[in-house]
C-alpha cells in the first residue's frame, strides 16, 4: 500500500485547510486510517482516525471540534478539514493506513504552517 499525502501550506490562525490522502495499491487490507502530526521537538501524535468499513471516528482531545475527519471509498482516500487553526496545530502531517490492527503504512508528511 501506498500513501501520498496532500494539502499543506500557509495558513492564517484561525483560517482552515483540508489535507488529502490517497491510498493505491492493496487497498483492500485497509481496515482504517489516521492522521498524526509532529512538531518540531514533540513526539509523533494521533489526532484522529476512520474506521474504513463503518465511518466511525476518533479525535484527540486537542483538535476535537476543530477538525474533521471523512473518507472516499471509491477514491480510497482520507480527508482532515482543519478549522480554527492555531499556531500549536503547527507540524508535519503525516497519514497512515492500519493493517491487521497496526499502522502498517504510512504517507510522507505534508507541512502545516500557521502564521499568527
Known amino acids: 500500500v501506498q500513501l501520498q499525502a496532500s494539502g499543506g501550506g500557509l495558513v492564517q490562525a484561525g483560517g482552515s485547510l483540508i489535507l488529502s490522502c490517497a491510498a493505491s495499491?492493496?487497498?483492500?487490507?485497509?481496515?482504517?486510517m489516521a492522521w498524526f502530526r509532529q512538531a518540531p521537538g514533540k513526539e509523533r501524535e494521533l489526532i484522529g482516525e476512520i474506521n474504513w468499513n463503518t465511518g466511525r471516528t476518533y479525535y484527540a482531545d486537542s483538535v476535537k471540534g476543530r477538525f474533521t475527519i471523512s473518507k472516499d471509498n471509491a477514491k480510497n482516500t482520507v480527508y482532515l478539514q482543519m478549522n480554527s487553526l492555531k499556531s500549536e496545530d503547527m507540524a508535519n502531517y503525516y497519514c497512515?493506513?492500519?493493517?491487521?490492527?497496526?499502522?502498517?503504512?504510512w504517507g510522507q508528511g505534508t507541512l502545516v504552517t500557521v502564521s499568527s
Open positions: 497512515t493506513a492500519r493493517s491487521n490492527g497496526r499502522y502498517a503504512y
Open positions: 495499491g492493496r487497498t483492500v487490507s485497509i481496515d482504517g
